[in-house]
């Protein structure tokens, strides 16, 4: 089996309640997930995985391929998302009978996306034979020219001094927030590696205005508006 796309959503959510199956451009948000994985055509299974029942049926209805039920221990505040992938990875395999080569996880508060944009951090993570590849945006503000951190003291200083004079934030070092939208990885450094950084990490670009995390009330207006402004 080559690639598994995995899609994780809990069913607890403090500052949007219920989004992840919340209608938001006629479809549960979860569903638009499911639909970029499918429109990628990568993927030779789709999973979701939950502690929620509704999300489930929602990823069933969607098109998922199977459904993972998430240990209540995996859905807290306080859980980590790396041991949840992992084991949604393991339920799938089991069920399967074996062991995918690459798995892309998507985040389900991410529907501006689109499959265009799976299917090109797919294809950087195989070109390149990375550990893992990661999606973000280019950053507003940037560590060695606007970006300040306050000091014990009460003053600010720049967050990380540039190696020279840098007039204008054009001239700094690039930077990117990440989106959390796309993670890909080799499956060998997901289940075996410490965490998200490698040496050979490498960063999948998106525009903004495919880079929206709903995470608050805000987020899902946004992002509402602007799927309506592309048809959904």
Known sequence: MARLATILARGGSKGVPGKNVRMIAGAPLIAHSVRHAVE????????VSSDADDILEAGRA???THLVERPAQMATDEAGKLPAIRHCVAEVEALVGATFATITDLQPTSPTRLADDIRGAVDMQARLGVSNVISGSEAKSSPYFNLVEERADGSVGLSKAPAGDV???????RCFDLNGSIYVWRRDALMEGEGLWFADTHLYEMPPERSVDIDTELDFRFADFLMSQAGG
């Open 40 to 47: 990628a055509g990568l993927f030779d299974a789709i999973a």
């Open 62 to 64: 969607a098109g998922a």
């Open 167 to 173: 007039v204008r934030r054009q001239d700094a070092p």
